[in-house]
């Protein structure tokens, strides 16, 4: 059986065409910056966002965190929404690997307004720790894809200026926020010192993550990817298929969230809609079960051939995506009205 996974859109595997080109990619040694196509890859999403410089990474984990140990001190504070990526996904990373202190603030689906992070400001007081850098996740995954809506964001950098912040953007899935809105990613990024932006999740690529920011940033995060271990070779093919991924597959991304559209009415339909139907504005539709069975319900689908993410007891999530097309959206839909019909 076949099955249909709506778990991530990580799950997606490169198109023959992006097989074609990393086949044929010529490679250079990284390291001594010597693999153009890296190069030409780092260059190209800097410009796209607006930035001065770019730099390629293994993960959206390890690029947030470059951006968190090059912006802070340790001892630091920064400031977070308390359902995003970096504070529930990445393995206590902060206080780890740059010794700073994370103030996580709840927003309203995923949401933070300048006002709600003014009152979570530290005093200038040595009992306290400074609060160096606010973080904003786009989309917000936990939130079930949430655009940030870009008049928030040039509010929240406004304060931040005004404050001495700095900001940095999880932009994992940023160009599904570009493709749902219509705005620039010029325009979403230029609030922000950083910016990181996924290749491998909606983009379909199968490795990497850029960071963005300016020259005197990109080269403090160059020294720090090294610490970390993320200092990489011949990875032009990689390179080729993140270019690829951006010549071919940001349009496209409207038919992942047409899909998300349908699966989500069918859940509406079925009562287990968590949000308001309006709230799925991308690929991420999230299920609520109040009975806490969760467990159950995913194996019940799997059964029949679906796989989902349980978020926890009482929540799933289903993420469409490259590998996902009408032919299984169809089926999806006939395989949750079977279960929880």
């Not at 410089?53 to 293994?58: D, E, M, N």
């Not at 968190?68 to 977070?80: A, L």
């Not at 005093?123 to 720790?129: G, L, R, S, T």
């Not at 990489?232 to 038919?255: C, F, K, P, T, W």
Request: net charge negative; aromatic share 6%.
């Amino acid at each position: 059986m076949k099955f249909i996974d709506l778990r991530s859109d990580t799950v997606t595997r490169p198109t023959a065409g992006m097989r074609k080109v990393m086949y044929a990619a010529e490679v250079g040694d990284d390291v001594y910056g010597e693999d153009q196509l890296v190069n030409k890859l780092q260059a190209r999403v800097a410009e796209m966002l607006g930035k001065e410089a770019g730099l390629f990474v293994p993960s959206g984990t390890m690029s947030n965190q470059l951006a968190i140990r090059s912006h802070t001190q340790p001892g630091d504070e920064v400031i977070c929404e308390y359902d995003s990526h970096i504070f529930n996904y990445e393995g206590g990373a902060p206080a780890m690997l740059s010794g700073v202190q994370v103030h996580p603030l709840h927003g309203d689906h995923g949401i933070l307004a300048s006002e709600q992070i003014a009152t979570a400001l530290r005093p200038k007081d040595h009992h306290y720790a400074q609060s160096r850098l606010i973080t904003l996740e786009n989309t917000h995954n936990r939130a079930g894809g949430v655009v940030y809506p870009v008049s928030v964001i040039e509010r929240v950098g406004d304060f931040a200026r005004e404050n001495n912040l700095l900001m940095h953007m999880d932009g994992a899935r940023l160009m599904n926020a570009v493709i749902a809105s219509g705005i620039d990613p010029a325009a979403y990024a230029e609030p922000f010192n950083s910016v990181s932006l996924c290749l491998s999740k909606g983009l379909g690529a199968p490795v990497g993550s850029i960071l963005a920011g300016d020259s005197a940033f990109i080269d403090r995060a160059h020294r720090f990817r090294k610490l970390f271990g993320g200092g990489m070779r011949q990875v032009g093919s990689l390179a080729a298929a993140g270019l690829y991924a951006l010549d071919h597959h940001i349009e496209r991304l409207a038919e992942d969230h047409h899909r998300a559209k349908m699966l989500a009415s069918t859940c509406l339909e079925l009562g287990v809609l968590e949000n308001d139907i309006s709230w799925t504005q991308t690929n991420i539709v999230l299920l609520t079960f109040p009975r806490g069975n969760t467990a159950q319900i995913s194996r019940e689908l799997k059964t029949i051939g679906m796989l989902v993410s349980v978020v926890n007891d009482h929540r799933i999530r289903l993420v469409t995506h490259l590998d996902f097309d009408d032919a299984e959206l169809n089926r999806a839909k006939d395989i949750l009205k079977r279960v929880l019909g």
